[in-house]
């Protein structure tokens, strides 16, 4: 063996392999990953878990929770479902797996639903900033905003993104409502303004909520479509044809997963 050097920071590679050359085979199996053998085989193969994002949403109305948890159906009652942000939140993150998997219709879901999201958010931004406007020209009197004495804490864990832009808009719209209890409590607000701002707004909300169900199974990979098989012929009967963008995947929604990614995350 070469003598070893006294100061091996200033070496060439070549120069520290030729003074640390040995004949002896080492005796540190090869690790997994291609992992430096240093270091020991149990700190390789003990890797850390999926990934997950939690948070918390904290709302002060009852208008908004219910929007939280939706409602069932229950055709005794002639009752029709209220798809709420959990649900929405799972058929998303079921519509992005299957956009994943190179679906073209959950590709045009992912699409529609998120630019319904954006309008709705601008909505909500809007109203929003009149009310807060309205509140603070009131002739030098402060007015304190309604919130609950008790308001509830609901943790979040999405898979996706559009779980989170969903509460954010949820959120936004809980103080919309906040803000027109207190408008309507000092005369600055009425009821056909109730009806126009804050009834208008759920609404739009449960409409995008609900688009979340429009995704129906079909199976077809867009493979098959441009193969013209008979999944594709099938499909394309019956849920009609896609724009050729969308077809081709040349326009996607900005938050669609990659095609074929497997993300390190968990509902």
Not at 4 to 10: A, R
Not at 85 to 96: E, V, Y
Not at 221 to 235: F, G, L, P, S, Y
Request: charged fraction near 30%.
């Amino acid at each position: 063996m070469a003598k070893k050097p006294d100061n091996i920071l200033s070496m060439a590679d070549d120069e520290f392999d030729e003074a640390f050359a040995t004949d002896e085979k080492p005796s540190t199996p090869v690790h997994d990953d291609d992992a430096d053998t240093i270091v020991t085989p149990d700190l390789v193969n003990k890797r850390p878990g999926m990934l997950r994002t939690r948070g918390e949403l904290v709302l002060h109305t009852r208008s908004a929770h219910r929007l939280f948890y939706g409602r069932r159906r229950d055709d005794k009652k002639n009752q029709k479902p209220i798809i709420g942000l959990i649900r929405f939140a799972l058929n998303m993150s079921q519509i992005c797996d299957l956009a994943a998997e190179d679906d073209p219709y959950a590709d045009a879901v992912l699409l529609k639903v998120e630019n319904k999201l954006e309008e709705c958010k601008s909505k909500v931004m809007q109203h929003v900033k009149e009310l807060e406007d309205l509140l603070s020209d009131t002739d030098g009197i402060s007015i304190k905003v309604y919130d609950s004495v008790e308001p509830v804490i609901l943790p979040l864990e999405f898979k996706t993104t559009y779980g989170f832009l969903a509460a954010r808009i949820l959120s936004q719209y809980d103080k919309l409502v906040r803000l027109a209890q207190s408008a309507r409590h000092v005369g600055l607000f009425f009821q056909e303004d109730w009806a126009r701002v804050v009834r208008s707004t759920g609404s739009s909300i449960r409409n995008v909520f609900f688009l979340s169900t429009s995704y129906r199974y079909t199976g077809v990979r867009r493979d098959d479509i441009a193969a013209n098989n008979k999944v594709a012929r099938r499909a394309i009967d019956k849920y009609g044809e896609l724009p050729p963008i969308i077809l081709k995947g040349t326009k996607r929604a900005r938050y669609a997963p990659a095609i074929g990614s497997r993300p390190e995350t968990k509902h």
